[in-house]
């Protein structure tokens, strides 16, 4: 009867740790699938940023194509991109001149990277497109390079990297 009672009580102490065991198992699996499902995320932050950039590039450069004397003397700037001020010749009645929507063109394009025009400050859901990202243009004749920059988390490292994005166009 003992050896009986014995066997029983090492069935139950055997149940418990293979509960145990199960518990242990299912856990690291949650912890896997919580890293992986962080992994994706980033990994799509990171593509969403590269082609944000992208259609950031296009749209400049055909912004540029449009306002192509402006582009071809200069009006687009050279070197790092700042916000001109805004020329407000759009809404009147005789229009921008070449120069004028080149600063146009400058400020609203910058406006989808920085808040250039202040909507954040009151209270708006603005947000950009590339977060701290900056631009620069580089012109050599009709030849102009723009690069967008930003910085994204490294999924595995979780460092800061520098990332670019480099469109070479001609006008």
């Known amino acids: 009867m003992t050896s009986n009672k014995l066997t029983s009580e ?6 418990l740790i293979e509960i145990l065991v199960a518990v242990l198992v299912l856990s690291i699996g949650l912890l896997g699938m919580a890293s992986l499902q962080l992994l994706g995320s980033q990994s799509s932050q990171g593509a969403a940023s590269r082609t944000q950039a992208a259609l ?8 540029m194509r449009n306002n192509r ?32 929507l080149a600063a146009h063109d400058i400020r609203e394009w910058l406006d989808h990277i920085v808040d250039v025009n202040n909507v954040g400050l009151d209270g708006n859901n603005w947000q950009p497109s590339i977060a701290g990202a900056t631009a620069s243009l580089a012109q050599n004749n009709n030849q102009f390079t723009l690069t ?16 670019s994005y480099e469109m070479g166009f001609e006008i």
């Open 10 to 15: 090492m069935a139950q102490g055997f149940t």
């Open 56 to 63: 950031l590039a296009y749209d400049l450069a055909e912004r």
């Open 69 to 100: 004397d402006a582009a071809l003397n200069g009006s687009y700037g050279n070197g790092q991109l700042a916000a001109p001020n805004d020329p407000a010749c759009i809404f009147q009645g005789g229009g921008c001149n070449p120069d004028q």
């Open 148 to 163: 967008i920059s930003w910085q994204e988390t490294d999924s595995g490292s979780q460092q800061l990297l520098q990332r």
